[in-house]
C-alpha cells in the first residue's frame, strides 16, 4: 500500500560534482519492493519547486530500514536535495508504480544509460535470485559519468561504453559488440534516455527479443490524478505513474 512518510536524511554520498546516493531512515519500512518501482519525494524548500519528483528505488535495506536514491542533478529540485544535510526530514511517497518481471534461469541484457542505471543493481540482485544470468551494459558520454561499477559486478558481468571512448568501447550502448551476439539472450532490460530506449527497443523487436523498458515520462501527482504522464500503448493511453514505469516495448506505440 502507499505511504506517505517523513524520513531521515541517513547518508549522502556524492559520486561526482552532479550525482549522488541518499539514504533514508525509514520509520515503516514497505512490505515489499521491487525493481522498477519509484518514490515521488517532496523537494518544497522553496516555493519554484511545488511538485513532488519521482526517483527509482535504487536499494533497499530491511536490516538497516532504509532506502536508497541514486540522483543526479538536472534543475532546480534534484539540486536543492543534494543539498540536504544528514538528520534533516524528507517526504515521500512510495511504493509507486509497476516493476519488472523477473524470469528464472535465462540470460538478460541490463542497458543502463545515464540517472537510468538507477532501478538496475535491484534488478540484477532479482534475477541473481531467480537464477538468471545478467550481462549489464552501461553507458555514458565519458569514464567520469560511469558511476557503481563494482555494485554491478556483484550480480553481473558489466560491459561499458563512453561516447569518447575515455572508458570500455567507444560510442553509444547500441554501438557495443555485445550486439553480434545478441541471439544468445532472451531478454533485454533496460532504462535511460527516450532515444536511447527507443533505439534498443527497435533492435529487440527486429531480432524477436522480449525487452522491457522503465520509462522515465514527466510526473507531477505519481498516482493517476494528473494524466501528465500519459504514454500510448496498443491497448489505449496508460499512465505511466500507476500501469509502468515498466512496459514491454512490443505494447507501446513506438
Ligand atoms: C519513474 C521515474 C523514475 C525516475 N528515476 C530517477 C532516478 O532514479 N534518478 C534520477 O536522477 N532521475 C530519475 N528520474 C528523473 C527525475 O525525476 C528528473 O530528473 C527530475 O524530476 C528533474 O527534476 P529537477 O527539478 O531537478 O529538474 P526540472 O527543473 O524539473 O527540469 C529541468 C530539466 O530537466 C528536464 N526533465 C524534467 N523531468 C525529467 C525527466 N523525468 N526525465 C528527463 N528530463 C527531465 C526538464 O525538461 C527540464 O529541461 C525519474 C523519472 C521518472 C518519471
Ligand atoms: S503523474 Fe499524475 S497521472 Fe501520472
Same mark, same amino acid.
Given at each position: 500500500?502507499?505511504?506517505?512518510?517523513?524520513?531521515?536524511?541517513?547518508?549522502?554520498?556524492?559520486?561526482?560534482?552532479?550525482?549522488?546516493?541518499?539514504?533514508?531512515?525509514?520509520?515503516?519500512?514497505?512490505?515489499?519492493?521491487?525493481?522498477?518501482?519509484?518514490?515521488?519525494?517532496?523537494?518544497?524548500?522553496?516555493?519554484? %519547486?511545488?511538485?513532488?519528483?519521482?526517483?527509482?528505488?535504487?536499494?533497499?535495506?530491511?536490516?538497516?530500514?532504509?532506502?536508497?536514491?541514486?540522483?543526479?542533478?538536472?534543475?532546480?529540485?534534484?539540486?536543492?536535495?543534494?543539498?540536504?544535510?544528514?538528520?534533516?526530514?524528507?517526504?515521500?511517497?512510495?511504493?509507486?508504480?509497476?516493476?519488472?518481471?523477473?524470469?528464472?534461469?535465462?540470460?538478460?541484457? %541490463?542497458?543502463?544509460? =545515464?540517472?537510468?542505471?538507477?532501478?538496475?543493481?535491484?534488478? =540484477?540482485?532479482?534475477?541473481?535470485?531467480?537464477?538468471?544470468?545478467? %550481462?549489464?551494459?552501461? $553507458?555514458?558520454?565519458?569514464?567520469?559519468?560511469?558511476?557503481?561499477?563494482?555494485?554491478?559486478?556483484?550480480?553481473?558481468?558489466?560491459?561499458?561504453?563512453?561516447?569518447?571512448?575515455?572508458?570500455?568501447?567507444? =560510442?553509444?550502448?547500441?554501438?557495443?559488440?555485445?550486439?553480434?551476439?545478441?541471439?544468445?539472450?532472451?531478454?533485454?532490460?533496460?532504462?535511460?534516455?527516450?532515444?536511447?530506449?527507443?533505439?534498443? $527497443?527497435?533492435?529487440?523487436?527486429?531480432?524477436?527479443?522480449?525487452?522491457?523498458?522503465?520509462?522515465?515520462?514527466?510526473?507531477?501527482?505519481?498516482?493517476?490524478?494528473?494524466?501528465?504522464?500519459?504514454?500510448?500503448?496498443?491497448?489505449?493511453?496508460?499512465?505511466?505513474?500507476?500501469? =509502468?514505469?515498466?512496459?514491454?516495448?512490443?505494447?507501446?506505440?513506438?
Amino acid at each position: 500500500m502507499k505511504k506517505i512518510q517523513d524520513c531521515k536524511l541517513k547518508n549522502m554520498r556524492y559520486l561526482n560534482d552532479d550525482t549522488y546516493i541518499i539514504e533514508l531512515s525509514m520509520p515503516v519500512m514497505p512490505e515489499k519492493i521491487e525493481s522498477g518501482n519509484f518514490a515521488e519525494i517532496r523537494v518544497d524548500k522553496t516555493a519554484d %519547486v511545488f511538485l513532488r519528483r519521482p526517483f527509482s528505488v535504487y536499494d533497499v535495506n530491511y536490516k538497516d530500514n532504509t532506502i536508497s536514491f541514486f540522483i543526479k542533478t538536472i534543475g532546480k529540485g534534484t539540486q536543492l536535495l543534494s543539498q540536504l544535510q544528514e538528520g534533516e526530514n524528507v517526504n515521500i511517497i512510495y511504493p509507486l508504480g509497476n516493476s519488472f518481471s523477473k524470469i528464472e534461469n535465462t540470460k538478460t541484457l %541490463v542497458i543502463g544509460g =545515464g540517472s537510468g542505471i538507477a532501478p538496475l543493481i535491484l534488478l =540484477g540482485k532479482e534475477l541473481k535470485e531467480k537464477g538468471s544470468k545478467v %550481462v549489464y551494459l552501461l $553507458g555514458a558520454r565519458t569514464e567520469n559519468d560511469i558511476h557503481l561499477v563494482e555494485e554491478f559486478e556483484t550480480y553481473g558481468e558489466v560491459l561499458i561504453t563512453t561516447e569518447d571512448g575515455s572508458l570500455g568501447e567507444k =560510442g553509444r550502448v547500441t554501438d557495443h559488440s555485445i550486439w553480434n551476439k545478441i541471439s544468445s539472450f532472451d531478454k533485454i532490460y533496460t532504462c535511460g534516455p527516450d532515444p536511447m530506449m527507443h533505439a534498443i $527497443g527497435k533492435i529487440a523487436k527486429e531480432h524477436n527479443i522480449e525487452c522491457e523498458v522503465s520509462l522515465e515520462n514527466t510526473m507531477a501527482c505519481g498516482f493517476g490524478a494528473c494524466l501528465c504522464c500519459v504514454t500510448a500503448t496498443h491497448n489505449g493511453n496508460k499512465c505511466a505513474c500507476t500501469e =509502468g514505469p515498466v512496459f514491454n516495448v512490443k505494447d507501446l506505440k513506438w
